[in-house]
């Protein structure tokens, strides 16, 4: 009896090779640059976002607080109207209040009786004055461009959420991860239209979340100082940025395959 022989190589029309054996299938190329087209258009959402803080929000803001700390209050005897740029203490009578705390929390008051600024006020938080106040309390209140900045009752004053703060730190802290993230996005999309077959160097677990995270932490590590100690903006983003491209070459580094491993 002739003993047939088992033919150990794959052909075309033969059986598919047996699972487990630990080759995976590599991702089709098209695949890898389509998710490279994807995060390079994905990277304009970001780059809009940091333009609106920087552009628009940031300097609007700083514009803002100044024009508030240089108004001069009202000339007495003269009529209110609803948008001036002086500072008028007005009379309210609160209607009504809200001093709820926790994960949804809101702070208002309801005020009325004066010529300029009646409605709901928001507040940050519940003190010093808004925890005490009871409706038909009457409190005095100032009032620039028709919004009431802050209420004072028997010596007690608390600002508004509508009173200009000089505060623009963390703005430029938010539009620069906004701009690290559209640069980390844009990246990575090009890389993998131009190396897919590398894309793996620069996938979103060894390289990707790491750097996001550094990110993040970077940008609120430097705003939150930067706004408490009354720093400057502008050393923000560029603080941020050398400490992230550090953070990048170093996991670039620490990833990047060895001498023998990329033979």
């Known amino acids: 009896m ?15 090779p047996p699972r487990g054996t630990g080759h995976a299938a590599p991702r089709p190329l098209r695949r890898i640059r ?23 929000l940031l300097p609007t803001d700083v514009r803002r607080y100044e ?22 203490e007005v009379a309210f009578t609160v209607d009504a209040t809200e001093v709820h ?3 949804n929390s809101r702070y ?8 300029a600024g009646n409605g709901v006020l928001p507040f940050g938080d519940s003190g010093p004055l808004l925890e005490l106040l009871r409706p038909g309390d009457r409190v005095t209140g100032t009032v620039w461009r028709g919004n009431v900045m802050a209420v004072a009752k028997d010596g007690v004053r608390q600002e508004s ?7 623009p730190q963390m703005t430029a802290a938010i539009g620069t991860f906004m701009g690290l993230l559209a640069a980390q996005l844009l990246g990575t999309g090009v890389l993998r239209l131009a190396r897919p077959r590398s894309h793996e160097t620069y996938g979103w677990r060894p390289y990707g979340r790491p750097l996001l995270i550094a990110m993040v932490i ?28 550090c953070t990048a070459w170093l996991l670039y580094r620490h990833r990047r395959p060895g001498p023998a491993q990329a033979v």
Do not use: K
Request: net charge negative; aromatic share 10%.
């Open 218 to 245: 970077t940008c609120l590590a430097l705003g939150f100082p930067a706004l408490l100690l009354g720093y400057p903006w502008w050393i923000v983003p560029p603080l941020a940025v050398a400490v992230v491209a």
């Open 67 to 88: 024009e508030y700390v240089a108004a001069e209050p009202c000339p007495a005897h003269t009529a209110a109207r609803q948008f001036e740029d002086c500072l008028r």
């Open 2 to 16: 002739r003993a047939t022989r088992a033919n150990s190589t794959h052909q075309p029309g033969g059986p598919l």
């Open 161 to 167: 959420s509508d009173e200009p703060r000089d505060e």
């Open 34 to 56: 389509l998710g490279g087209a994807w995060l390079v258009v994905s990277a304009l959402l970001p780059v809009l976002g940091c333009y609106f803080m920087f552009a628009v």
């Open 101 to 103: 705390g926790g994960r």
């Open 108 to 115: 208002t008051a309801t005020l009325s009786g004066a010529p």
